[in-house]
Every structure is written in C-alpha cells, then in structure tokens.
C-alpha cells in the first residue's frame, strides 16, 4: 500500500510541472501542436490538454523526439 501514495505523489508532481509548463506556454505543446488556449485565449482544462498531449506522443513515430518532448514537458 505504500507504493502506491509514492505513484500519487509522482503523478501530482507531474501534474504540478505540467500545468507550469502549459501556464508558461511550454514551447513542447506547439511542437506537439497541442493548443493551450482556446479560442477566447484562456488556458484550457488540465484535462483536455493531457487528453490531446497524450494522443500526440502517442502518434509520434521518433521515439527519441517523442520522449525528449515528454520530459520537457
């Protein structure tokens, strides 16, 4: 049981530099092309971003590319 607040802790702090990064405006979502606004230019849901992150790693066929961006992000 204790491994498992260490992977909610890892994930929250992961969430934390995630919405850093997407605050900042994380050059790693345009290359992506991952919007972090919408069209009003507010930040978009921490879920709708991660939803369309995930998908575009997801599609990346360079797999070196595709973790360098992750980690940046």
């Known amino acids: 049981m204790g491994h498992a607040g260490a992977d909610i ?13 997407l605050q900042e405006g994380s050059d790693a979502f345009n290359k ?6 919408d069209a009003e230019g507010n930040l ?20 070196t590319q595709r973790n360098a961006l992750a980690q940046e992000i």
């Not at 802790?9 to 990064?21: E, G, P, Q, V």
């Open 32 to 37: 992506l092309g991952v919007a972090t606004k």
């Open 9 to 21: 802790d890892s994930f929250n702090r992961s969430m934390k530099t995630m919405r850093n990064n």
């Open 44 to 63: 978009r849901s921490d879920e709708e971003v991660m939803r369309d992150t995930i998908l575009a790693l997801a599609d990346m066929e360079d797999t």
